[in-house]
């Protein structure tokens, strides 16, 4: 069983950058495709990015591309969002989530989940 615990979450002003950490335990972090979703109060969960198993590949959602940046350190176990230039629109519950698939995944192929950071982007 794969635990995911986010931190790195907070209040910024709108143009400020931010990372946010996943620490990754019980599982082998290297066999599973990482990603960031987020959700903001009333709407669905949205994706956010995912990195493969050896990082050498990621992908995006639309809204965040050119802006956020996912990476993974495969010997602590650990995935990265980095964040610039935040928007009021990003302020949202961040997740993290794992998956032994690849690819542009359903989200109910993502197999483990974090219970989320908060991140406030005040305009």
């Known amino acids: 069983q794969v635990q995911l615990v986010e931190s790195g979450g907070g209040l910024v002003q709108a143009g400020a950058s931010l990372r946010l950490s996943c620490a990754a335990s019980g599982g082998a972090f290297s066999s599973f495709t990482m990603g960031w979703f987020r959700q903001a109060p009333g709407k669905e969960r949205e994706f956010v990015a995912a990195?493969?198993?050896?990082?050498?590949?990621?992908y995006y959602g639309d809204s965040v591309k050119g802006r956020f940046t996912i990476s993974r350190d495969n010997v602590k176990n650990m995935v990265y969002l980095q964040m610039s230039s935040l928007k009021s629109e990003d302020t949202s519950v961040y997740y993290c989530a794992a998956s032994t698939l690849w690819g542009p995944l359903q989200e109910r192929e993502w197999h483990y989940w974090g219970q989320g950071t908060q991140v406030t982007v005040s305009s």
């Open positions: 990195i493969s198993l050896s990082g050498g590949s990621t």
